[in-house]
């Protein structure tokens, strides 16, 4: 039988938080749905930036925070391209940088920059079959093995910006 993954657009507003590469307005519920999550579900929130500031519904009373920045206060501090200690959870949600010009744009630097198959190698590491991974990036990273793609999403700010892709992907 052969798959196609789910295929969508979203146009949303930009982000009303002050920080670099924040999440669109709207965003972070429409991700959670497509992750099967309830937001009474714990995300586990990678390279999470000031995601605790988003204005709208999405982030949920259990979720966690992982970051390398100590200054943003996460609830874990991790170079994600390396294994990490999280307790359980019922998805990650991954924003990192896109490139190394953005990566200049946070305290972590290009040094730290994580690949899509760093974010994925973690997710394999931390959820359980059934569970998922979602990654904002501009790129629609082939899964590793453990991994299966179930949906692609371009995701779109307005005119004359840079379309993004919200991939998502099962563990199986």
């Known amino acids: 039988m052969s798959y196609r993954p789910i295929c969508d657009t979203w146009i949303l507003a930009r982000s009303k938080v002050k920080y670099y590469g924040a999440y669109p307005a709207g ?4 991700a959670r749905a497509l992750l099967g999550v309830t937001i009474t579900q714990t995300v586990l929130h990678v390279c999470s930036g000031r995601v605790r500031e988003y204005p709208f519904e999405g982030v949920g ?3 966690l925070t992982v970051d390398a920045d100590t200054a943003l206060k996460p609830d874990i501090v991790a170079d994600v391209r390396k294994p990490f200690t999280a307790p ?3 998805a990650i949600l991954a924003d990192p ?4 010009d953005d990566a200049d744009h946070y305290a972590a630097g290009r040094e730290l920059l994580p690949a899509g ?3 994925m190698r973690r997710a394999v590491e931390l959820l359980d079959p059934g569970q998922r991974l979602g990654i904002l990036h501009y790129v629609w990273f082939k899964p590793i093995d453990g991994l299966k793609s179930i949906a692609v999403v371009t995701v779109l ?11 998502v992907y099962e563990r199986v």
């Open 61 to 63: 009373p259990f979720d």
């Open 97 to 100: 940088p896109y490139t190394e």
């Open 117 to 119: 198959a760093d974010i």
């Open 88 to 90: 359980a959870v019922d």
């Open 157 to 167: 700010v307005g005119f004359n910006n840079r379309a993004r892709l919200y991939s």
């Open 27 to 30: 965003f972070l519920s429409r």
